[in-house]
T-cell receptor
Framework: GENVEQHPSTLSVQEGDSAVIKCTYS??????FPWYKQELGKRPQLIID?????GEKKDQRIAVTLNKTAKHFSLHITETQPEDSAVYFC??????????FGKGTRLHILP | DAGITQSPRYKITETGRQVTLMCHQT?????MFWYRQDLGHGLRLIYY???????DKGEVPDGYVVSRSKTENFPLTLESATRSQTSVYFC???????????FGAGTRLSVL
């Protein structure tokens, strides 16, 4: 069935180091892959998204890569800062009009 | 953010009672979504709507009912609340299906 797997569930990195979160999806027709960040007690907010016609997209310290053949995509955060601590969700489009979210990764930035 | 409003923000109810969570948007976005968020499960889609009078099931629709008689409102009703429906509920809107979703502040529901 429709599924998005996300790993790891928890990630701790030293401030200034890089963080990588990986997701796989089941529907080969998926063509839209957003990433959302949710700070503690807040609502999820989009941080970056990628469509299947590109393999990589960058926005300052954040980048997303997509491998359609392997059906996986990743979020890369470089030069991590304390404010990067949050839960991150990947998602993939399913069918024509909905997206399915992964279970989330809790990222801790250690001082 | 003020363009999407959820009410109430907090709700305590008892098993068997009917509860309605409200979602209102001022952007005239076509799409509206209801998610529930539980520890270990992330965000799970309950129902969504592509336009007024069009609704469809998501991943976990059982026990929930939705309607969309007007573009700006998308209420979610628990017809007979169960303890397993204790959760944080988020409403979201989007201009198009494969586009950025804007989330409301959420409703924390406790079913005792």
């Amino acid at each position: 069935g429709e599924n998005v797997e996300q790993h790891p569930s928890t990630l701790s990195v030293q401030e200034g180091d890089s963080a990588v979160i990986k997701c796989t999806y089941s529907d080969s027709a998926s063509n839209y892959f957003p990433w959302y960040k949710q700070e503690l007690g807040k609502r999820p907010q989009l941080i970056i998204d990628i469509r299947s016609n590109v393999g990589e997209k960058k926005d300052q310290r954040i980048a997303v890569t997509l491998n359609k053949t392997a059906k996986h995509f990743s979020l890369h955060i470089t030069e991590t800062q304390p404010e990067d601590s949050a839960v991150y969700f990947c998602a993939a489009s399913m069918g024509d009009d909905k997206i399915i979210f992964g279970k989330g990764t809790r990222l801790h930035i250690l001082p | 953010d003020a363009g999407i409003t959820q009410s109430p923000r907090y709700k305590i109810t008892e098993t068997g009672r009917q509860v309605t969570l409200m979602c209102h948007q001022t952007w005239s976005h076509s799409y509206m979504f209801w998610y529930r968020q539980d520890l270990g499960h992330g965000l799970r889609l309950i129902y969504y709507s592509a336009a007024a009078d069009i609704t469809d099931k998501g991943e976990v629709p059982d026990g929930y009912v939705v309607s969309r008689s007007k573009t700006e409102n998308f209420p979610l009703t628990l017809e007979s609340a169960t303890r397993s429906q204790t959760s944080v509920y988020f409403c979201a809107t989007a201009e198009a299906a494969k586009n950025i979703q804007y989330f409301g502040a959420g409703t924390r529901l406790s079913v005792l």
